[in-house]
Nanobody, 114 residues
Framework: QVQLVESGGGLVQAGGSLRLSCAASGSIFSYTMGWYRQAPGKLRDLVAA???????NYADSVKGRFTISRDNAKNTVYLQMNSLKLEDTGVYYC?????????WGKGTLVTVSS
């Protein structure tokens, strides 16, 4: 079982950037890792994911603005968020998946202001 801890959230103006990190307590080499966002009053949705082989996919709303990456040596996954919009506000959760099991972090809050 791996524990995930997100960091890097905060308050940023529209058009700004943030980099989120998800640190794992153990090896994530075989994990598909993902970032999810839950806006106020809405369901938790996939923002970006990266497989163990490095393949990525993104929600249409963030394509060209967000980049997911991983550093297996550091057991860490990142989400670089550029050109932030008001609608990017929400709690961002990290998820690790392997062998049918999902592990979630507790989330980090991102607030984009005008």
């Amino acid at each position: 079982q791996v524990q995930l801890v997100e960091s890097g959230g905060g308050l940023v103006q529209a058009g700004g950037s943030l980099r989120l990190s998800c640190a794992a307590s153990g090896s994530i080499f075989s994990y598909t890792m993902g970032w999810y966002r839950q806006a106020p009053g809405k369901l938790r949705d996939l923002v970006a994911a990266i497989t163990s082989g490095g393949s990525t996919n993104y929600a249409d709303s963030v394509k060209g603005r967000f980049t997911i990456s991983r550093d297996n040596a550091k057991n860490t996954v990142y989400l670089q968020m550029n050109s932030l919009k008001l609608e990017d506000t929400g709690v961002y959760y990290c998820k690790g998946s392997t062998w049918g099991l999902d592990y979630w972090g507790k989330g980090t809050l991102v607030t984009v202001s005008s």
